[in-house]
Nanobody, 125 residues
């Protein structure tokens, strides 16, 4: 199994940027599709972005496409989410997730095997 720990959240004004990081430990990092999800109060957890084992294939939700960039460093077992042009509707708790042994990127929460505890992102207007 793998353990995931996120950091980098915080409070930012609309139009600003934040960079989230997720550190993984346990099984070989390249065995996992890595993704980011978010959950706002009173809403369901939703897919944000994901990438395959070497970062060659990425996928984004429509709401963040063009503003967020997901990347990974397999040597350091980390996955990052660069968030630019943040909007108040991006306010949520952001979770790192790992999908073990897959070659395709999926966007459903039940497709992912391991989750971090999350990091809060708050965007003020």
């Amino acid at each position: 199994q793998v353990q995931l720990v996120e950091n980098g959240g915080g409070l930012v004004q609309a139009g600003g940027s934040l960079r989230l990081s997720c550190a993984a430990s346990g099984r070989p990092f390249t065995d996992y599709i890595m993704g980011w999800f978010r959950q706002a109060p009173g809403k369901e957890r939703e897919f944000v972005a994901a990438l395959d084992w070497n970062g060659g294939v990425t996928r984004y939700s429509d709401s963040v496409n063009g503003r967020f960039t997901i990347s990974r460093n397999n040597a350091k077992s980390t996955v990052n989410l660069q968030m630019n042009d943040l909007k108040p509707e991006d306010t949520a708790r952001y979770y790192c997730a790992a999908d073990y042994g897959q070659s395709n990127i999926y966007t459903g929460i039940y497709d992912y095997d391991y989750w971090g505890q999350g990091t809060q992102v708050t965007v003020s207007s």
